[in-house]
């Protein structure tokens, strides 16, 4: 008899005692900017154009801990992930608390003009812990 109200109370001590998981969402922040034509500066150490974005959402936490994730679209909806050869021309980004700066070359490492079109920019901040 003694089995039988055990087993029942074992179940029933699981069933109390069994812990829930929660997962607390942090929602990523994507900031749109547009480079204008003539926006590109020329730097004579790096020989490439240059454009700063004042991101005052960088700040030392976001530089130490989160991902960043860039994408530039000439306003076709097509988006291309940065670093990337788009139109002839090859982009990276580099980023620092307050700022991010992209840079732009010709696609074979060569000095070249620099995008003659407004460039839409879509900078991810990547929440993490």
Known sequence: MKRFLLLPLLLFGLI?????????????????????????????VTLTWYYAIDMPEIDDYTNEVNAIVVAI???DGIWEAIPDVYDGYAYTYTYQRGALVLEVQGATGNTVNPPNTAKTVKITIIESR
Do not use: F, H, Q
């Open 73 to 75: 679209s000439a306003g």
């Open 16 to 44: 109390l005692s069994s812990c829930t998981k929660e997962e607390v969402v942090i929602p990523n922040r994507t900031i749109v900017t547009t480079i204008p034509a003539n926006g590109w500066k020329y730097d004579n």
